[in-house]
T-cell receptor, first 115, second 113 residues
């Protein structure tokens, strides 16, 4: 079974430019998460989707960040415009929520460098 | 506000040693406490998890000890191997939040051959 797939793996952009990340979760997983991991830190949740609905986006900087999950499957995370402080690894994770729940599986992440 | 505090930041042990990583939490509503292992360039992967109704859980060489009254939990790695060298994160989540995790800051473990 394929894991969570993210692309691109690496992205270098100049500040003020837009950037987008893509995530394909594990087939059948209804819950999808975007986390941001700064260097030397643990991941921090940006947004959580249950199917197509964003159920928690309280940590998403809405002035420049946006996300969508079309048809409750793939998701994209966009930053426009990017700032130097946005340099981080952006991780996507998915899980199948139901009785008892299951673990969250993470993708390899997209490493963003803003110069 | 950091809800899960992890220590130490880094740890070096000899092969065969027993590294111990500690975490403390503040939110008494947390009911699920996993540990994740992360290798460079990879996403975190679930290692072992515990719920607060038990005080210890063991899977292979990995053991979680849980102290509900102290709001602390720890990871012990028995007979550590160089291949265990990685960054370890503790985490926690609340009921009804799926696997929306609050992570600790991580411990970089190095196991010397």
């Amino acid at each position: 079974e394929a894991g969570v797939v993210q692309s691109p793996r690496y992205k270098i952009i100049e500040k003020k430019q837009p950037v987008a990340f893509w995530c394909n979760p594990i087939s059948g997983h209804n819950t999808l998460y975007w986390y941001r991991q700064n260097l030397g830190q643990g991941p921090e949740l940006l947004i959580r989707y249950e199917n197509e609905e964003a159920v928690d986006d309280s940590q998403l900087p809405k002035d420049r960040f946006s996300a969508e999950r079309l048809k409750g499957v793939d998701s994209t995370l966009k930053i426009q415009p990017a700032e130097l402080g946005d340099s981080a690894v952006y991780l996507c994770a998915s899980s199948l929520e139901g009785q008892g729940g299951t673990e969250a599986f993470f993708g390899q992440g997209t490493r963003l460098t803003v110069v | 506000q950091q809800q899960v505090k992890q220590s130490p930041q880094s740890l070096i042990v000899q092969k065969g040693g027993i590294p111990i990583i500690n975490c403390a939490y503040e939110n008494t509503a947390f009911d699920y406490f996993p540990w994740y292992q992360q290798f460079p360039g990879k996403g975190p992967a679930l290692l072992i998890a515990i719920r607060p109704d038990v005080s210890e859980k063991k899977e292979g060489r990995f053991t979680i000890s849980f102290n509900k009254s102290a709001k602390q939990f720890s990871l012990h790695i028995m007979d550590s191997q160089p291949g265990d060298s990685a960054t370890y994160f503790c985490a926690a989540s609340t009921p009804g939040s799926a696997r929306q995790l609050t992570f600790g800051s991580g411990t970089q473990l190095t196991v010397l051959p």
